[in-house]
T-cell receptor
Framework: AQSVSQHNHHVILSEAASLELGCNYS??????LFWYVQYPGQHLQLLLK??????LVKGIKGFEAEFIKSKFSFNLRKPSVQWSDTAEYFC???????????FGAGTQVVVTP | NAGVTQTPKFQVLKTGQSMTLQCAQD?????MYWYRQDPGMGLRLIYY???????DKGEVPNGYNVSRLNKREFSLRLESAAPSQTSVYFC?????????????FGPGTRLTVT
């Protein structure tokens, strides 16, 4: 079955630390890739997306993600986190069925002051 | 511009009761979606509507029905609620096609079935 895996369910780190969240998917064909974020008490919003072209994608709030096709991965990174980055992060994959997103289980990130 | 709105925000049901969750979007999007979010499972697609007049099953459709009332509105109905349907429900909308298109999410409905 097709799946999206996020390796870490819960991450705790200090302000100014670097963040990397892993995401792997199992689709074999063309995919569109997304990272969404859900801040406490808010609804999901898009951080960044990849369709084609440069595999290093930059998003909002200093986040970036790298698509590595050979590894079926789309990892999210931020060089220096802030307390306001405390949130749940979801990787999502759209394959041939346009609009039908498959989400990962999510990673809860807690940034301590 | 309200984006995607959902009502109600919270609901408690007894097993066997029915209810309808309402969703509306004002972005003139063709596609609308219903998801449920459960701890440790991310978001799972219940039903979606690629355009007005069409609906299709997602990953977890059992126990639910939907109606695409018009381009703006997409409702989700639980005919006979079960404790397994305790969840947070999100509606979303987007354009559709060879995008990728961002999905815009509503604030969610927290449903508890006792």
């Amino acid at each position: 079955a097709q799946s999206v895996s996020q390796h870490n369910h819960h991450v705790i780190l200090s302000e100014a630390a670097s963040l990397e969240l892993g995401c792997n998917y199992s689709y074999g064909g063309t995919v569109n890739l997304f990272w969404y974020v859900q801040y406490p008490g808010q609804h999901l919003q898009l951080l960044l997306k990849y369709f084609s072209g440069d595999p290093l994608v930059k998003g909002i709030k200093g986040f970036e993600a790298e698509f590595i096709k050979s590894k079926f991965s789309f990892n999210l990174r931020k060089p220096s986190v802030q307390w306001s980055d405390t949130a749940e992060y979801f990787c999502a994959v759209e394959n041939d069925s346009w609009g039908k997103l498959q989400f990962g289980a999510g990673t809860q990130v807690v940034v301590t002051p | 511009n309200a984006g995607v709105t959902q009502t109600p925000k919270f609901q408690v049901l007894k097993t066997g009761q029915s209810m309808t969750l309402q969703c509306a979007q004002d972005m003139n999007h063709n596609s609308m979606y219903w998801y449920r979010q459960d701890p440790g499972m991310g978001l799972r697609l219940i039903y979606y509507s690629a355009s007005e007049g069409t609906t299709d099953k997602g990953e977890v459709p059992n126990g639910y029905n939907v109606s695409r009332l018009n381009k703006r509105e997409f409702s989700l109905r639980l005919e006979s609620a079960a404790p397994s349907q305790t969840s947070v429900y999100f509606c979303a909308s987007s354009e559709v096609g060879r995008g990728p298109y961002e999905q815009y999410f509503g604030p969610g409905t927290r449903l508890t079935v006792t």
